[in-house]
């Protein structure tokens, strides 16, 4: 083989080689993602959680938008609080009312009530 030859086989070589490299991992859905796309109430409704307060209340936590927003209700028939995050992780704002959602417990703080710290039934 020639110097040129071989000058172009090595460059194309190293050009081809970073398509080969391996594609980087996904991260490991949040847990918003993961209540986003499931059924977890005897409904079948997507994404809708039931949480079990430390005031003994149930909320119903509606998940949508890939988890990125929330809609919170005390009974079905209520008109939910909704709350958004910007980002996946962060905590959820909405009027007068946050969020915060950590290993199966979510923290609301609505108004000028106490916070609430609920956990998360499974069914």
């Not at 993602?33 to 119903?60: K, S």
């Not at 890939?66 to 009974?75: C, H, W």
């Amino acid at each position: 083989m020639t110097p040129l030859w071989i000058g172009v086989v090595g460059m194309g070589t190293v050009l081809v080689l970073p398509g080969c490299s391996e594609q980087p991992q996904k991260a490991a859905p949040s847990e918003q993602e993961i209540h986003a796309g499931d059924n977890a109430v005897a409904t079948g409704t997507r994404g809708r959680h039931l949480y079990q307060c430390d005031d003994n209340r149930t909320l119903f936590v509606d998940f949508k938008d890939q988890g990125m927003a929330l809609a919170i209700r005390e009974r079905e028939t209520d008109r939910p609080i909704l709350l958004t995050a910007p980002v996946q992780g962060l905590q959820y704002i909405g009027d007068h009312a946050t969020a915060r959602i950590a290993d199966g417990k979510l923290r609301l703080q609505a108004g000028s009530d106490p916070e609430r710290v609920c956990r998360r039934l499974t069914q």
